[in-house]
C-alpha cells in the first residue's frame, strides 16, 4: 500500500453535502475484477453530460464545464475539500479506489460515512475531519485564490494553510502507523495468528454449532 | 456492575485481541460473499500467495449481476459481458478456494442476505460480514453484522478477522403497537427521516421497544437492513422466541443436543435491564405513517398523507440546498401532495423487502385488481429461489401475473440496477428497496422508496395512495 507522511497539493472543494458513493463512483463501473483504472469515472454523473459505461474512452465524452474538476485550476488537484457526511452509501471500496487513482491523497470534510473513512485507510488515502467552520474558510480560501495547496502532515497531525496557519486533527493510531508506514493490514493481523487459534479453539468449546456447518 | 447491551455482549464473545490503540481483533463467524466487492480480494490472496483462514466460514452466491429473466442458457447466457465476467469470476473463485457456493442455477441462489438467514447461515450471536453494506440486515437475529469493503473482504478471508473499533450504543426505541397496515419498511424510514442518514454514525443501533417485539423476523431484518441508511454500519434486535423458531429447523442450523446448548446460549442475547445506552431515540408506534420517500436521499421521507417540503421553510443553509437540488432531481414541486406523484415503475424485491412475507404483503393489496395502464411496468423479483418457489406454492406468482405484474427470478435487480433492470431518464419508481441516490436506479431515474404494500397499492392506482384506503 501506498505511504502516506506529508503531502502537499492543490485543493478541489466539493461543496454539497451527503456525497453518495454512486456519486463518486456510478454502479456500472463497479463489474471491474480489477482495483485500478477508475480515476477517468470518478463522480462521473457530474463530470460528463452522457451516461458513462465501461469501455468508453472519456476523453472524448462531452464534459459539464460547470463541475468543478473541469475546470483547468482543480485538474491537479490532490486534496478534496468536501461537506458533511462525505461517502455515504454503499461499502464499495471502488470509491476510494477512483478517487486515489484520480490523484487524490487527502479527503477533508466536517465528517464521513463510516466504511468509507475506513476503506480510505486501506489505499493509502487519508481522510481529515475538521470542524464545519474550518472546513467553511478552507472552502472560502480555495475558491479565492487560484492554486491554492494545502499541506498535511500525518506525523504531526496538522493541515497547513498556504498562510501558515495549522489546524491540527484526530486519527486513531493503528490506522496511523499503517498509513505512515504503508503496512498491509492483513500481514500486521496474521503476525497474531497463534491467538487467533486460541479463540478458536476455546469458541469451539463453548459455541461449537459455529463450526463445521455446512449445509 | 452494569449491565451489558447486546451490543457489547456480542463484541466481547467475539473480541479476540484488545489493540493498545483501540482498534481490536474481532472473529467472524461467518463471511457472506458475492461477485461484486470479492474478485479482487481473492486477487489478493493469490498475489500474496495465502489461503482462506477457514473455508466452512465462508458461503458465496452471485445475486447483483444475475439476469431476473431467461435463465435457459444460465451464465453464458449473461448478456452484458462485463456482468458476466464478474459472475463467472466468483464461480472461479470459489471453485479454486473451496468455498461452499449457490451458483446462479442453483435453486437456493439468491441475495446474500436473503440467503442467509434462510438457509440458517445465520444464526442469532454470530458475527457476520459481507462486502456489502445491507449486511447490518443479519442484525435482525441478535448478530453482529458488519458491511465491509474489498480489503477487509481480502483480511476476513486471510485471517477470520476484522480490524474494529467499538462503536458506541444506540437504542432506537418504538414504544407501543403499530397502527393497521404499518409495516418495518414505515418504521425504518420514519427513524431514518427522524434522525437523519448520519444520525447512527459510530454507533451501533439496537431496535427495540413493544412494536419490534410484535414484529416478525421479516420485519425485523427489512428494519435491520435499512441502519446503514441511517449511517450505522450495524443494526440490531434482541433474539426473543420469534427468532428461535425461526431460525430452528433451517438447513445449516444445529441439531438435536447442540440445539438445545444453542439456544441456551441464544436466550442470553439481550441487553441486560440496566444496560446504558449512550443515545436513546423513541418513537411512537402508533404514530407512523405509511412512508414515502420524496428526495435522493433516505432521510427525505414523509407520511403518505403528507407533502413534499417546501425548501423556503428550512433554515439550515445546506440542508435547504440539499432540498432544492433534490427536488430539481425528482421533478416535484415544493408543497404538492405525495399521492400527486405519478409514478412510471414499480419494483417490489430486493434484499430489504424480497422476502415470502414481502411477497404476500404485496400480493394481498394486489388481489383482484390490475395494474394501472398508466404505468410502464410494474415488476415483483424475489430475494431468492426458495422463495421465488415458496410464493409459486402459494399462488402469489398468479396473483401478480394476472394484476399484470411481472414475475422474475432472484437477484438484486433494479436495486442497483446492474443487470438489465433500469429506470429510464426522469421516471419515477415505486420502489421497495433501500437508496433513492441519483442514478441509483438508473440514469436519471426518480426512485420513491415504501413498502410493499404501499408498492403494490401504487401499481394498481398510478400513483401514491394511502394504502390503508385499499385494505377498508
Ligand atoms: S438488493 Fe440492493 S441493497 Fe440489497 S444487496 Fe442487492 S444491490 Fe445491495
Known amino acids: ?215 | 456492575m452494569a449491565g451489558k447491551t447486546l451490543y457489547d455482549k456480542l463484541w466481547d464473545d467475539h473480541l479476540v485481541k484488545q489493540r493498545d490503540d483501540g482498534s481490536a481483533l474481532i472473529y467472524i463467524d461467518r463471511h457472506l460473499l458475492h461477485e461484486v466487492t470479492s474478485p479482487q480480494a481473492f486477487e489478493g490472496l493469490r498475489l500474496a500467495g495465502r489461503k482462506p483462514w477457514r473455508l466452512d466460514a465462508n458461503l458465496a452466491t452471485p445475486d447483483h449481476n444475475v439476469p431476473t429473466t431467461d435463465r435457459a442458457r444460465g451464465v453464458e447466457g449473461i448478456v452484458d459481458p462485463v456482468s458476466r465476467i464478474q459472475v463467472e469470476t466468483l464461480d472461479k473463485n470459489c471453485d479454486e478456494f473451496g468455498i461452499l457456493e449457490f451458483k446462479m442455477m442453483d435453486q437456493r441462489q439468491g441475495i446474500v442476505h436473503v440467503i442467509g438467514p434462510e438457509q440458517g447461515a445465520t444464526l442469532p450471536g454470530m458475527s457476520i460480514v459481507c462486502g456489502d453494506s445491507h449486511t447490518s440486515t443479519h442484525g435482525a437475529f441478535g448478530c453482529l453484522a458488519h458491511g465491509i469493503g474489498t480489503s477487509e473482504v481480502e483480511h476476513v478471508l486471510a485471517t477470520q478477522c476484522l480490524v474494529q473499533q467499538k462503536m458506541k450504543n444506540m437504542l432506537v426505541k418504538v414504544n407501543g403497537k403499530l397502527g393497521a397496515g404499518i409495516t418495518g419498511k414505515d418504521v425504518v424510514l420514519a427513524v431514518i427521516g427522524k434522525i437523519g442518514t448520519a444520525g447512527g454514525t459510530g454507533y451501533a443501533i439496537e431496535f427495540g421497544g413493544e412494536a419490534i417485539r410484535d414484529l416478525s423476523m421479516e420485519a425485523r431484518m427489512t428494519i435491520c437492513n435499512m441502519s446503514i441508511e441511517a449511517g450505522a454500519r450495524v443494526g440490531m434486535v434482541a433474539v426473543d422466541q420469534t427468532t428461535i423458531d425461526y431460525v430452528k429447523d433451517r438447513p445449516f442450523a444445529p441439531k438435536g443436543d447442540m440445539r438445545d446448548k444453542a439456544i441456551e446460549y441464544w436466550k442470553t442475547l439481550h441487553s441486560d435491564d440496566e444496560a446504558v445506552f449512550d443515545k436513546v431515540v423513541e418513537l411512537e408506534g402508533s404514530e407512523v405513517m405509511p412512508q414515502v420517500s420524496w428526495g435522493t436521499s433516505p432521510e427525505m421521507v414523509a407520511g403518505v398523507g403528507g407533502h413534499v417540503p417546501d425548501p423556503d421553510a428550512e433554515a439550515d443553509p445546506i440542508k435547504r440546498e440539499g432540498i432544492v437540488r433534490a427536488l430539481k432531481y425528482m421533478g416535484l414541486t415544493p408543497k404538492m401532495p405525495i399521492t400527486d406523484i405519478k409514478l412510471d415503475r414499480v419494483f417490489i424485491g430486493s434484499c430489504t423487502n424480497g422476502r415470502i412475507e414481502d411477497l404476500r404483503e404485496a400480493a394481498a393489496v394486489v388481489k383482484g385488481h390490475k395494474v394501472s395502464p398508466t404505468l410502464k411496468q410494474a415488476m415483483v423479483v424475489p430475494g431468492s429461489g426458495l422463495v421465488k418457489v415458496q410464493a409459486e406454492q402459494e399462488g402469489l406468482d398468479k396473483i401478480f401475473i394476472e394484476a399484470g405484474l411481472e414475475w422474475r427470478d432472484p437477484g438484486c435487480s433494479m436495486c442497483l440496477a446492474m443487470n438489465a433492470d433500469k429506470l429510464g431518464q426522469g421516471e419515477h419508481c415505486a420502489s421497495t428497496s433501500n437508496r433513492n441516490f441519483e442514478g441509483r436506479q438508473g440514469f436519471g431515474g426518480r426512485t420513491h422508496l415504501v413498502s410493499p404494500a404501499m408498492a403494490a397499492a401504487a401499481a394498481i392506482n398510478g400513483h401514491f395512495v394511502d394504502v390503508r384506503e385499499m385494505m377498508n
Open chain 1, 1 to 215: 500500500m501506498r505511504a502516506l507522511k506529508q503531502h502537499k497539493g492543490i485543493v478541489a472543494p466539493m461543496d454539497r453535502s451527503n456525497v453518495d458513493t454512486d456519486m463518486i463512483i456510478p454502479k456500472q463501473f463497479l463489474k471491474s475484477i480489477k482495483r485500478t483504472g477508475f480515476g477517468p469515472n470518478l463522480f462521473d454523473e457530474l463530470r460528463y453530460l452522457d451516461e458513462g459505461r465501461p469501455d468508453q474512452d472519456c476523453s472524448k465524452r462531452p464534459i459539464n464545464p460547470d463541475f468543478m474538476l473541469n475546470q483547468d485550476r482543480y485538474k491537479n488537484a490532490s486534496v478534496l475539500l468536501a461537506r458533511r457526511n462525505f461517502g455515504c452509501g454503499s461499502s464499495r471500496e471502488h470509491a476510494p479506489w477512483a478517487l486515489e487513482d484520480f490523484g487524490f491523497h487527502v479527503i477533508i470534510a466536517p465528517s464521513f460515512a463510516d466504511i468509507f473513512y475506513n476503506n480510505c485507510f486501506k489505499n493509502g488515502l487519508l481522510p481529515i475531519v475538521l470542524n464545519e467552520e474550518i472546513v467553511d474558510r478552507l472552502f472560502r480560501e480555495t475558491e479565492a485564490e487560484e492554486g491554492y495547496q494545502l499541506a498535511i502532515d500525518l506525523e504531526a497531525k496538522t493541515v497547513t494553510t498556504p498562510s501558515g496557519e495549522s489546524f491540527t486533527f484526530e486519527v486513531d493510531d493503528f490506522r496511523r502507523h499503517c498509513l505512515l508506514n504503508g503496512l498491509d493490514d492483513i500481514g500486521v493481523t496474521l503476525e497474531d495468528a497463534e491467538v487467533i487459534k486460541a479463540y478458536e479453539a476455546s469458541r469451539r468449546e463453548t459455541a461449537p454449532w459455529l463450526f463445521g456447518a455446512g449445509g
